[in-house]
């Protein structure tokens, strides 16, 4: 099966690669940071909270993995050991046992505890994997959902930023004067005015 650890991993990695970088670039950050501060928490806030969350949904999967992994374990244990195929039952489970394969664990303690073997029709197993594909796709629509809600939030950053320096701009051009001044003394207090919105 499919071991979490090992995407828990990349994910550790890529963030810690993330914050070393961060921290190489912290004064030029803290400086961009501190241009709209509020916009930007909001952004970082975001940020970490879908990081959290992703993090999180990679780490609920590893105890499903592990109880259909026992489950196929303990099943081809009871067939190897009696030579035919054995009742296939769940394992126990610490807690309440798994939540996004709890109709197939419903589905396996009733067929143990009618004592017969548990099969499955192609139309009741294509429900059981739809329904476990819709569990997945909405876990997955709220970090597609904060993705989302980032690219917007720093859309809407850049815009903020050109609109201030537009309007930075614009008071720089309406307080020029060229009334009679030598015009590279003009020119120096149009570069001076336009460094601080740029």
């Keep these: 099966m499919t071991d979490t650890t090992r995407f828990l991993t990349r994910m550790t990695l890529f963030l810690v690669a993330g914050a070393v970088a961060g921290a ?14 509020l916009l930007n928490g909001l952004i970082l806030g975001v940020l970490l909270f ?3 969350l992703n993090v999180r949904q990679v780490m609920m999967l590893k105890p499903e993995a592990e ?9 081809a244990r009871e067939k190897s050991d ?3 195929a054995a009742e296939e ?3 126990p489970l610490s807690g309440s046992g798994p939540k996004l394969l709890s109709p197939m664990a419903r589905m396996l303690s009733e067929s143990q505890s009618r004592g017969g ?9 294509r429900t059981l994997l739809d329904g476990i594909a819709s569990r997945l796709e909405e876990s997955r629509d709220l970090a597609r959902y904060f993705v989302g809600l980032s690219i ?7 815009f903020w930023g050109l609109l201030g320096t537009v309007a930075s701009v614009g008071d720089v ?3 020029l004067s060229i009334s009679g001044e030598d015009i590279s003394l003009v020119f120096n207090d149009l570069k001076a005015g336009l460094e601080a919105p740029l």
């Design 50 to 52: 879908g990081i959290i």
């Design 173 to 175: 051009i309406r307080n």
């Design 24 to 37: 190489f670039l912290y004064g030029t950050l803290i400086e961009a940071f501190m241009a709209n501060p």
């Design 67 to 75: 109880w259909l992994e026992s489950f196929q374990d303990n099943a």
């Design 117 to 125: 073997k548990f099969s499955l029709s192609a139309q009741a197993m």
């Design 89 to 91: 039952t769940p394992p």
């Design 82 to 84: 009696d030579g035919h």
């Design 152 to 158: 917007f939030l720093g859309l809407l950053g850049t």
